[in-house]
């Protein structure tokens, strides 16, 4: 079982940056890929970038250039960047977390990130 809790979101002018972080507890060392998607309203959850344990990030395109995804390997928490945010950036930002040993899924609660014009 693994639980993640995500932080770091609020309001934000536009242009302006946020760092989201997402911290793991529990069977954290069976996590073998991790992720950030994201929600606007009345849209559909997209994905925004993902970091297999070990690998290389990779981004969707429309978010390349403006969020950068890491890991902190000594304390397994993952963290968004993002830089030059825009108003279409607004959405509640989740992280999700994958358990090899099972193939499962687990999502985070959700920060809210709100950039103004």
């Known amino acids: 079982q693994v639980t993640l809790r995500e932080s770091g979101g609020g309001l934000v002018q536009g242009g302006g940056s946020l760092r989201l972080s997402c911290r793991p507890f529990g069977a954290v060392a069976s996590i073998s890929e991790m992720a950030w998607y994201r929600q606007a309203p009345d849209k559909e959850r997209e994905w925004v970038a993902s970091l297999i344990i070990g690998g290389i990030p990779r981004y969707s395109t429309p978010m390349k250039g403006r969020f950068t995804i890491s890991r902190d390997n000594f304390g397994s928490t993952l963290y968004l960047q993002s830089t030059n945010l825009e108003p279409d950036d607004t959405a509640v930002y989740y992280c999700?977390?994958?358990?090899?040993?099972?193939?499962?899924?687990?999502w985070g609660q959700g920060t809210q990130v709100t950039v103004s014009s």
């Open positions: 999700r977390a994958r358990d090899f040993r099972s193939g499962r899924d687990y």
